[in-house]
């Protein structure tokens, strides 16, 4: 489905939609804290402004090179060990 960019949400509105619904599922408390941390430390301050509708593969390799650059070890992982979207489907080659 294809939704103009003048009708597309932004990556941080579309974040903050992810984030209230979680909350109404249940997730636990610690979890949804460090995702709605992640989503404001990481997130929006990079593709924050984004609308999803000018999300592309590119922007997203773009914002996962910029992450891992910047935040290398943050993430408690070396070389991309762990299980998060940056590190499997999105691994650097």
């Known amino acids: 489905m294809h939704i103009s960019p003048s009708k597309s949400i ?9 984030i209230k619904l979680v909350e109404t599922k249940g997730w636990d408390r ?4 460090q995702h709605r941390q992640d989503v404001d430390l990481h997130i929006v ?3 924050g402004r984004i609308k999803l509708a000018q999300v592309s ?3 997203v390799e773009a914002f996962r090179d910029d992450l891992l650059d910047a935040c290398p070890k ?3 992982h070396r070389d991309g060990d762990g299980l998060s979207i940056t590190s ?6």
Not at 30 to 33: E, G, I, L, M, Q
Not at 88 to 93: A, H, N, V
Request: glycine share 4%; aromatic share 4%; net charge positive.
């Open 30 to 33: 610690a979890t949804v804290r």
């Open 45 to 47: 301050p990079r593709i």
């Open 57 to 59: 593969p590119a922007r």
């Open 74 to 76: 943050q993430s408690g």
């Open 88 to 93: 499997t489907s999105l691994r650097r080659d």
């Open 10 to 18: 932004t990556v941080a509105a579309a974040a903050e939609r992810w």
